[in-house]
């Protein structure tokens, strides 16, 4: 959490005292719809949709594009598990491919997974990078594949000067606490595509075509399958104060990394992960790539000596796909093999962890650094050459 103060707890208040809880009010505007308006605004997009959860946020684009049993979604390796199980969520099935060394999703990796029953892949802008979008939406065009970006850790990151989560055909947010934006929890679904927008809306609640505070959305009762996803306008509330701190939060981060990555440049033998567009990153991460796996662990334990917390990306293992991959099997079995036509042997849907060497050299030759939000910039030179010699010794 970056910044939270007075302002959320003045407009949360305002909700209590008004016992204005319900995300629909028949005249005027709800705290929920201030924000789906302001963010759409912000991210320029057409629409915006709060849910409960950046997981459910996924679930709704899924859903609301038609994936659902036997079909299958590529999605990276590196990338936190909830991509997975939303995917799993709908009956549908995660095939994890290598990432490149940027940390994105590999383009050549998800050519190699492509089969006929492939609908959809889900770029991960993790830990703020940006994806290798335009590679990604040629492909995807090419093969009829929808493009769903789980934006949930990159809120107001940009590639090539379009916010990410903006350039598929859904974009999907995530505001629990450790994001970049946060309500404690939430999420959000965008699109720029009317139907599109309409299904989800019914996913984040059932009978929301039936509510006269919608008959602006919806021209026809819409017969779509729906739950309960609505967020209250608590969340909301602090949702649009939020909205308007993010521009200092993002500068602030970026001025940070920034002074660490100019200090760092100066090391010959290293490099930073910068994703497909570094002027877009969110700059909440630093990632230094060592030349190999056993230099990257040596020296992230000389930097963890000195309390510069610089740690190898497997160390949270929710993150490398290698470490859930016996869990997703289990989760298959609903829909396997009776539910899924395609699954007819017990292996076909494994996870060989030979599959994803590529990812594990890449991602472990990396050592990944939380941009200090609370540091001031002449903390953050010291800490910087500080850095700077331990990597060097
Ligand atoms: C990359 C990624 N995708 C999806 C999610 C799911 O978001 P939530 O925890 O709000 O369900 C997260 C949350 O940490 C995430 O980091």
């Known amino acids: 959490m970056y910044e939270i103060g007075k302002e959320e707890i003045d407009e949360v208040s305002k909700v209590i005292i008004d016992r204005n809880f319900f995300r629909y009010k028949l005249n005027g505007l709800s705290e929920c719809e201030v924000f789906e308006n302001a963010v759409a605004e912000k991210l320029n997009v057409k629409y915006a949709l709060l849910v409960t959860s950046g997981t459910n946020a996924i679930v709704c684009a899924l859903a609301g594009l038609g994936i659902g049993p036997g079909d299958e979604v590529i999605i990276p390796s590196y990338t936190f598990v909830a991509t997975s199980l939303a995917v799993t969520i ?42 290798d979008m335009d590679s990604i939406m040629k492909l995807a065009g090419e093969r009829d594949l929808f493009v769903i970006e789980d934006t949930a850790q990159a809120f107001g990151g940009s590639y090539n000067g379009k916010r990410l989560g903006t350039i598929g055909d859904a974009g999907c947010f995530s505001f629990n606490c450790d994001k970049i934006l946060t309500a404690g929890e939430g999420g959000l679904v ?88 570094r002027s877009g990153d969110c700059s909440t991460k630093l990632h230094i790539r060592f030349s190999d796996p056993s230099i990257a662990a040596a020296v992230g334990a000389k930097l ?21 991959t ?68």
């Open 90 to 131: 709908v009956g549908a099935i995660p095939i994890m491919a290598n990432v490149d060394c940027e940390l994105g999703i590999s383009i050549s990796e998800i050519e190699s997974c492509i089969t006929v029953h492939t609908k959809a892949i889900i770029p991960v802008h993790m830990d703020g990078l940006a994806s």
């Open 190 to 277: 965008v699109t720029n595509d009317r139907a599109l927008y309409e299904k989800m809306f019914c996913m984040m609640d059932g009978s929301g075509p039936f509510n006269p505070c919608n008959k602006d959305i919806f021209t026809e009762t819409m017969p779509f399958f729906g739950m309960s996803m609505r967020v209250s306008n608590i969340t909301a509330a602090i949702l649009n104060v939020q909205l308007k701190r993010l521009d200092r939060i993002l500068d602030t981060l970026s001025e940070r990394k920034d002074i660490i990555v100019a200090e760092l440049s100066m090391i010959t033998d290293i490099s930073i992960v910068a994703g497909s567009d």
């Open 326 to 393: 016996k869990m997703l099997g289990d989760n298959f079995k609903p829909y396997h093999p009776k539910v899924n036509p395609f699954c007819v042997n017990d292996n076909d849907y494994n996870y060989p962890m030979a599959k994803y060497m590529n990812s594990i050299d890449i991602i472990m030759s990396c050592l990944k650094y939380d941009i200090d939000y609370d540091l001031s910039l002449q903390e953050t030179l010291v800490l910087a050459k500080r850095m700077k010699e331990i990597i060097q010794a």
């Open 304 to 324: 963890r000596a000195s309390k510069i917390l610089a740690y190898p990306p497997t160390m949270q293992p929710a993150h490398v796909c290698w470490k859930w």
